[in-house]
């Protein structure tokens, strides 16, 4: 039987690396009643798929029928009194837990999908959020809002001020004195990626996970971090125009793999994709739309370029 | 189930649209996939017909396949989307509420309490695994019953490999501390 791996392991020591080796040997499914998975005979399954296929001359046009078609004195006025003091204790307990809430609470600004939101600054600091980003920052502690924390995509305009500028991602450190930039980091993609691209000035990105790695990033290029890769790429040149397609509704993709492009349509055009095709979700795309229009449009243009073909039903629009 | 290797070359030949090849992975991987599907639909025949789905969806994109991805992990993911598209399709359902719901456990006779051997330590394991949180839960499975490195599980859960220790991580650290507390009612029993 297959051990726990190494690097599970290392997590316990002693006692209780013996404990987790009982607990892993000790684990049994458990065996549903009525639902015997053990009845089903895998060779009559395969005589039925191969039927299926030759008949369906190997290119799936075939469909199978589903099997499972299927009052007031002195007393009172002390009660009063002790109301009064209870009310008034309440009301400093929930004063100062206001106070604490707006103290500590961190602040956020977000850009609700199907949307875009610009924020500034009296500071001279400029922000644009893609659909369905989010920042946040504390009111109290650090520098503000010149301490953010971004999640998903959006572009900065900092003045040169002498004060430190800070944008933090999931694996991320971004730190500013004057420039204008742009960082994409979706928390939904499997990797946890930051891409930072500059378009003038100059920052330094370091890993937020091995901070150790950092690296000085010039105008008009462009690297990445993720979970497994903690040390940032060499800085590559880029064409900024492309980078900041999404700043005048456009899109934006190199290399970039189709449930990734669904997943910006959606939140773009706040609607549901489901491609329907494990395979079809991991291909690489790359696609430059600097005016899209409708989403209809894009979705026809992809299908041309990957042979795919698309449906759409109440809204919600599958590719396969 | 067979070596991630076998996976690979079955990979490539089914590229090459190698029936022998198709037939092996077919019988290999069959029984774990129809126990995985039956986790999430309780049905025979409806598992049956989503891995009539699944292995016939996969000899159709064949020529797409890819040798460095994990077969083994595009098939639990094929297995996995299908079960859960139909289940959606009947209802509406949360993705956390796919997860086989828990059955009420039958009572301990006081001779089985009595009884504080292995077999007892595995029914009580197998309780708290299924009380665990959904993706600690997915997670340990994928690893223990079906075998999956943490890769392979990542693309099954569509989460980041880190993540996935996270998970299995957590899922231990609870059912340790089960197991703890299990130990310690066991010995105040043997006192009493």
Redesign the interface.
Known sequence: M?R??H??MK??SGK?GD??R???E?????E?PG??????N?EE??A??RK??QL?G???GLK?R???L?SRSSAAKATAAKTYAFITALAAVLLGGFIMWYLFMPVSMEAPRGEYAVFHWDDGIRVELNSGSRITWNRTFGNGHRDLRLHGEAYFEVQPSGKPFVVETQTARVEVLGTRFNVRSWSDD???RTTLTLVDGQVRLASLLEPEFHTLVQPGHTTQVD??NTKPLDPQPVNTDQALAWRNQGFYFSGISMSEVAAELERRYDSEIIIQ???LG??PLTIYLPRPGELENIIETICFVTNCRYEEDQGTIYLY | MAKATDYQQWARKIRASDEKAFHDLFMDSYQPLMRYAMNFVKDTDVAKDILQEVYAHLWDIRDRLDEKKSLKALLYRMVKNRSINLIRSRRPVRLDDVAPSEQPSEEMSPESIRLDSDGLLEKRLSQWIEALPPRQREAFELSRFEGLDHHEIAEVMECAPRTVNNHIVSALNTLRGQLNQWKSQGENRNKE
């Not at chain 1, 000790?26 to 458990?30: C, F, G, Q, T, Y």
């Not at chain 1, 639902?35 to 089903?40: E, F, L, N, P, R």
């Open positions: 297959k726990p791996d690097d599970i997590h316990f209780e404990e987790v009982l607990i892993w000790k684990a049994r499914r458990r549903q639902h015997d998975a053990t009845g089903v895998p399954e395969w039925l798929l299926r296929l369906a190997r290119t799936g199978m589903p099997r499972h299927r499997p990797d946890g979970y497994h095709d494990e395979i991991d291909r």
